[in-house]
C-alpha cells in the first residue's frame, strides 16, 4: 500500500512506470557510396539519401524509406512492415515474411522481390 504522498515501503520507494521500446535507426539527410544498416529488434527510417549501394535489414521492426536515390537499393524485414516512397534507383528489392510491403512514386530500373 501507498501512502498519501504514493510511496511505499519503509524506505519511501515510488513506483515510476517505464515505456520500454526497441530503438528506431534513424538516418537523414546522407550519402554515400555504400550504406549497410542492421538492427536485430529495431525500425529504420530513411529519408533524403543517396547511395550507390543501400542495404536495410532489420528482424523484427518496421522500414520507411522516403527520398533515397542510388543504385541498388535492398530493404528487409522479417516481422514488419516495409513503406517505401519517393525512391530513385536502377533495382530495387523489398523483403517480409510477415509484413506488408508498399511502395509508392518510385522510379526504378528493375524492381525483385515486391
Known sequence: MTNPKGRFGIHGGQYIPETL???VIELEDASASAIRLLTGNGGIRLLNLGANDLEAV???GRIEAEAVRGGRLHF???NGSIQLSG???DSLSAESSNGRIR???CSISQKTGI
Open 21 to 23: 521500446m526497441n530503438a
Open 58 to 60: 532489420t528482424g523484427n
Open 76 to 78: 528487409k524485414t522479417s
Open 87 to 89: 525512391l530513385e534507383g
Open 103 to 105: 511502395a509508392g512514386q
